[in-house]
């Protein structure tokens, strides 16, 4: 007797991807494809359709000669709060999306001496740009902004990072 296919919806996609970044898997991807987010302890904090979190802690490795995380840290982090939904969202769909960062914005508001956490809470619009881009197999543009706060809640850092989005043939 012959299997039924299975379709695998962008929802399931999308599901398997989250539930994967959760798993102990995540951390040996990141091993191996992002081997300096590994070193610097970057961790993904929340990942849904609605929103993503990462967290990336000041020590050691992290520092700069002023006793304060590396901007290039914070600039890791920052980029990878919004990075991560992109490539979820490109993954769920049953096209392959080309995804590339093309302009990098930030603003350091204050001295980063603990645990930072990135919030990026536009995914909805994100995925609409992704969506465009599928439909009409042009290249598109999202400027997506991540935000840093310390553990106190302030301010410390703010990303605008440009992404590139284009439809494989």
Known sequence: MEQPLKLTTEQQRIDRFQRQVKSM???FFLLKKLPM???????VKHLSME????????????????????FAVLSMAGEFASGLPA??????????????????QATFSKKVTGKVTFVFD??????QTIQD?????????????????????????????????????
Request: net charge positive; glycine share 6%.
């Open 122 to 127: 536009e995914v909805p619009a994100l995925a």
């Open 25 to 27: 898997g995540f951390r």
């Open 87 to 104: 490539l979820m969202i490109t993954r769920s769909h049953s096209v392959k999306i080309s995804l590339l960062v093309v302009d990098l």
């Open 37 to 43: 987010a590994w070193l610097a302890g970057l961790r």
């Open 51 to 70: 929103r993503c979190e990462t967290t990336i802690p000041f020590k050691w490795l992290n520092q700069n000669p002023f006793r304060s995380t590396y």
């Open 133 to 169: 881009a599928v439909e009409s197999k042009e290249g598109r543009t999202y400027q997506a902004t991540s935000i840093g706060y310390n553990t106190e809640g302030e301010e410390v850092a703010r990303f605008a990072v440009t992404w590139s989005f284009k439809a494989k043939s």
